[in-house]
């Protein structure tokens, strides 16, 4: 018997550590919790359910901004010719899903290669540092040149559209 208590005593004794260990933290009682961890984690839900995250008005408020429409850009065309001076924020007008006017605002004015007429550099673009006012806008040359109109409405709906403007010499 000596040599049975030596050879498993250890084990004996950790199971006994284990099942007070276990009962220790499955056994407690406080109300309707049984066991320490059951305790800790109803304790911690407990604030979460105090807060409301989201209301159903707001809910619904988010599912009329998402279903509304974007705003419409209308494009009145004017006869352009080279080295006159244009005002092409009066050839763009915008209305939002309300019909109450939105600004536009031209984005960009590409010549036939490609190339920005409103920036100098893509560092430009970046920070929006135009080299020319699209109130007073000049084109140099005859062709057909590339406008990127953008329109935002007071919910943040987006519109941007292109349009190719020709500009003739006659």
């Known amino acids: 018997m000596l040599i049975l208590m030596k050879q498993y005593g ?16 499955f056994g407690f009682r406080m109300g309707e919790d049984r066991g320490f961890i059951r305790m ?17 008005e707001d809910a619904d408020a988010l599912k009329r901004i998402i279903k509304r429409k974007k705003p419409e850009i209308a494009f009145a065309y004017q ?6 001076k244009v005002n092409m924020d009066a050839m763009f007008l915008a ?6 006017p939105v600004a536009t605002e031209i984005r960009d004015i590409s010549d036939m290669s490609g190339n920005s007429m409103l920036y100098l ?3 430009d673009r970046k920070k929006e540092n ?5 109130t007073e ?3 140099p040359y005859t062709g057909v040149y590339l406008l990127r109109v953008r329109a935002v409405d007071a919910e943040k709906k987006v519109t941007e559209r292109q349009y190719k403007i020709p500009v003739t010499g006659s």
């Not at 839900?45 to 995250?53: C, G, I, L, N, S």
């Not at 135009?130 to 699209?134: E, F, G, M, N, S």
Request: net charge negative.
């Open 95 to 100: 209305w939002d899903a309300d019909e109450n």
């Open 121 to 123: 550099t893509e560092e």
């Open 79 to 84: 006869k352009i010719f080279p080295g006159v």
């Open 10 to 25: 250890k084990t004996i004794v950790c199971g006994i550590i284990g099942m007070l260990v276990f009962s220790a933290a």
């Open 40 to 56: 800790v984690y109803r304790k911690a839900a407990e604030d979460m359910t105090d807060t409301d995250m989201a209301s159903d």
């Open 130 to 134: 135009r080299a020319c006012d699209t």
């Open 137 to 139: 806008f000049v084109f």
